[in-house]
Structure formats: structure tokens, C-alpha cells
């Protein structure tokens, strides 16, 4: 058994997978760090099939990798499920070609997830991943929690690589005859991603050999500082701040007592939409008697003389009369706060300046239609019910939101992508369900 081997498997040890029957997903693009993700799971006994998106971005090598991947599936005795997005890949408004399929890939996957019922996803990011995001981060003048990285768990996406650096992977691929593709556009550095791959990283191993090494070291200490502030604050919160059904209030003088009080209001805010910057600004006025306020989105920051206090602004949505009505809540932001993760089924983020209209919930009605996200074209809410294979009780519950009559969000289940935000956008609403 090969040290490689032998480590993965210590590692999967670590994530304590539930005994059983368990099911579990890889999502294999048919490079090598999925190549070798796959063979290392094959080896570990672990039942899994594989999912492939072919985006179609590269013509025919598209269509070669998803055949590779179709071909290993095959080869391992996998079950493998593929997505044809090349339609949805023609229109991406609004957002980067990367980030599109990022969306489109993700999206997907959490529907897998609850087709199959799976226990976990498994990723192959790897340690130069982890490299090349710490520097992605640092340019964006991220603090410790971006820097500190991907974690190895979560949720129920699994990342068991990221110990592992490139040449190990490469070294067993062709000690044990593996067969992967090599993506062509790995070689443009017109991504930053790419850039740094290509042109930072080299330099700073001629300025130190053993610096990606350094690197990851500092990205552990990051990831264990973090944890420790993480506990710190959470226990400062709890022992200093009122919670409200729609906010919080805390005294301005327990804020001034700490070392940091920009840290500590940053932690407090950060998931409200508020940046680091604005946090600075809030902090540099706490001294101050008169009343003074900070808004960001729909959060209200208020400093008066005793207190600082944030307040959700809740813009109304009107319903049609039904006593068992739930409630949408729609939380402004100015820009998508830093690892939200992704959706969950019920809460959908949309673009404010798409909103022009009056918001309307309201049960769904036949021939409503809608332009799913992820998809191509435009698909009539029936036939979406009948692909999710949804009883007549549940069709007759689903409840829709609408703007001036177009269909915004199937609540939780699908938003329209005419609608949606995406992790890079501006002026963004976050829509939940009470």
C-alpha cells in the first residue's frame, strides 16, 4: 500500500462517516486531483458514484473529458450522472464565466444531494488550491477567517485532499498508471487564479525553496487563531449583548473596555452586510455623546449615548388572506457578506435592482411559468412539480413569490435566475421564510 493511500485512509477516519448504509458523491471533471480522489476512494471501499459537468467551454476536449469520465465510472464499477450545461453556460449576466459555472455547478449538486440522499460530496481540492487561495484572499484584503482557508468538512461537501500537495498526486497517479486530462485553460493566466499559479508561485519558490510549505503552516496557525477568536467572541457576545427579535443592542462603554472594538463589531455585523472598513468608521465613533447613524442594506446601526444598537428594516410583502400564511422577511445587503455558503432551501438571494415592482406571496397557479436557475429557458411550474415528482398535496401547498406577476422564487425550491444574485454581486436581498 502506497504512503498516500495509507494517509487518505487515517483521514477519512477523521471525518467519523456514520456506520451503515451510507451514500456518498464525487464530482469528477476527469483531471488529475479527481482522478486520484477516485482511485483513492475506489481503494478505501467507499460507496460512491460520480457526477460530471460538461460546460461545454472547450468544444470538443469538453466532450473528451466527459467521455473520460463516463469511460473511469465504468472502469470502477461507478454509477455516474452527468450535466449537459452547455445552454445554460450562453447566458450568465451579471456574472464571470467562473463564477457562472461555479453556480451552476453547486446548484446541481445540491440537488443531488437530496435525489440520492447523500451523506456527503467529496471535492478534490488539494494543498496548492489551498495556496492559491490564501493569496487569492490576501490581494482582496481579507482578515484571518478567509485566510485561514477551505476546511476539510463543510457541511456535507468533504475535502480529504487538502493535506496533500500537487506533486504527491501526480507522483501516485503515475506510479499506479492513472489516466486524466489536462484543461489547456490551466495555461492562461488571464484568471487570477491562474496568475498566481503561474506567475507568483514560481518566483517565490526561487526566493524560497520550501516557502509553499511556510505557506500552509501559516494557513493552520490562521485556521487555529481563528477558532480561538471565534470562541472568544461568541462568548463575549453572549455575556454582553441583548439579543431582539431583529437585531441587538450592546453597551457602547464594553465595546471601548476591549483591546479591539473594531474586531469585536466587525464579528457582531459582518453577517448584516457590514465590511470591515464601516466597522472601523462605527468604532471611531463611539466616543462620540449625539446620536449618529450607520446603515448598510436593510440594518440600521444606531450609536447614542449609551448604547449601540442594529435594527432590521423589513420591507412589507403583500399576501393574499390565508390564516396558515407564512411570512417572507427580506434583509438588504450592499454587497454578498463573505462565506454565506450557498443557499439553503429556504432562503433565495436576488438582485435589488431587478426588484421593481410590488412583491406579491401567493399559492401557485396553472400556468405559471418561470426561467429556473441553472437551466435554459423558461419551464412551466407544472412541469417543474411533475419532474420533481411532487404529489397533488404538495403542489397544492407550494406557495410562490411574485414581481408585477413574474415568478421571483418557487419558496423553497427554486429561484428564477432572472432574479438571482450571485457571490460577487452588489445591492443584493436575501429572501426568508418565518
Same mark, same amino acid.
Given at each position: ?6 494517509d ?17 458523491m464525487?464530482?469528477l ?6 482522478v486520484?480522489?477516485?482511485d ?45 450545461a ?23 449538486f ?13 471535492l478534490?481540492?488539494?494543498?496548492d488550491?489551498?495556496i ?5 484572499k ?23 485532499l487538502l493535506?496533500?500537495?500537487k ?7 503515475q506510479a499506479?498508471? !492513472? #489516466? ?6 490551466? *495555461?492562461?493566466?488571464? +484568471? /487570477?487564479?491562474?496568475?498566481i499559479r503561474?506567475? =507568483? ?12 510549505q ?20 461568541n462568548?463575549?457576545?453572549?455575556t454582553?449583548?441583548?439579543q ?8 457602547k ?9 473594531q474586531?469585536l ?13 464601516l ?6 465613533? !463611539? #466616543? ?6 450607520? *446603515?448598510?442594506?436593510? +440594518? /440600521?446601526v444606531q450609536?447614542n449615548?449609551?448604547? =449601540? ?6 420591507t412589507?410583502v403583500s399576501?393574499e ?25 429556504n ?12 412583491l406579491?406571496l401567493?399559492k ?21 412539480f ?6 397533488p398535496?404538495e ?7 411574485t ?17 438571482a ?6 445591492n ?7
Open positions: 500500500m502506497s504512503r498516500l493511500l495509507q487518505f485512509q487515517l483521514k477519512l477516519k477523521d471525518f467519523n462517516f456514520p456506520v451503515g448504509d451510507t451514500r456518498f464525487l464530482a471533471s476527469g483531471g488529475l486531483d479527481s486520484v480522489l477516485l483513492l476512494l475506489s481503494k478505501s471501499e467507499i460507496s460512491a458514484f460520480v457526477a460530471h459537468v460538461n460546460y461545454g467551454l472547450r468544444n470538443k476536449d469538453s466532450d473528451k473529458d466527459e467521455a473520460l469520465a463516463r469511460q473511469l465510472a465504468e472502469m470502477y464499477g461507478w454509477e455516474i450522472e452527468v450535466l449537459d452547455k445552454n445554460s453556460m450562453l447566458h450568465h449576466p451579471n456574472e464571470s464565466l467562473q463564477m457562472a459555472a461555479r453556480r451552476i455547478r453547486y446548484d446541481w445540491s440537488e443531488l444531494e437530496k435525489k440520492h440522499h447523500l451523506h456527503g460530496i467529496f478534490a481540492h488539494h494543498a488550491d489551498q492559491e487561495t490564501f493569496f487569492i490576501l490581494l482582496r484584503g481579507s482578515g484571518s477567517e478567509a485566510l485561514s482557508g477551505m476546511s476539510e468538512q463543510n457541511g456535507i461537501y468533504f475535502r480529504p493535506d496533500f500537495t506533486e504527491t498526486l501526480l507522483e501516485y497517479a499506479n498508471k !492513472l #489516466t486524466w486530462r489536462e484543461d489547456i485553460s490551466n *495555461q492562461s493566466d488571464k +484568471y /487570477l487564479r491562474n496568475a503561474l506567475n =507568483l508561485l514560481p518566483e517565490l519558490k526561487n526566493v524560497q525553496a520550501n516557502f509553499l511556510m505557506v500552509l503552516e501559516s494557513v493552520g496557525r490562521l485556521k487555529s487563531e481563528q477558532s480561538q477568536l471565534s470562541s472568544f467572541t462568548a463575549w457576545i453572549e454582553h449583548v441583548n431582539s427579535e431583529h437585531g441587538f443592542t450592546v453597551l462603554t464594553d465595546l471601548l473596555n476591549e483591546a479591539n472594538p474586531l463589531i466587525h464579528e457582531l455585523l459582518k453577517k448584516y452586510g457590514f465590511s470591515w472598513r466597522c472601523g468608521c462605527i468604532a471611531q465613533n !463611539l #466616543t462620540n455623546t449625539h446620536t449618529q447613524h450607520f *446603515q448598510t442594506g436593510g +440594518y /440600521l450609536l449615548r449609551v448604547y =449601540l444598537s442594529v435594527n432590521m428594516m423589513v412589507q399576501t388572506e390565508n390564516a396558515h400564511q407564512p411570512e417572507v422577511i427580506l434583509n438588504y445587503f450592499d454587497e454578498m457578506p463573505i462565506d454565506i455558503g450557498f443557499a439553503t432551501k432562503e433565495a438571494w436576488v438582485m435589488v435592482d431587478k426588484i421593481q415592482g410590488e406579491c401567493r401557485w397557479q396553472k400556468g405559471d411559468f418561470f426561467w429556473p436557475s441553472g437551466m435554459n429557458g423558461r419551464k412551466l411550474l407544472s412541469d417543474y411533475t419532474d420533481l415528482k411532487l404529489l398535496k403542489r397544492e401547498e407550494q406557495w410562490i413569490l414581481c408585477d406577476k413574474e415568478v421571483v422564487w418557487i419558496v423553497n425550491r427554486r429561484i428564477d435566475r432572472r432574479f444574485a450571485f457571490q460577487d454581486s452588489k443584493v436581498i436575501r429572501l426568508t421564510i418565518s
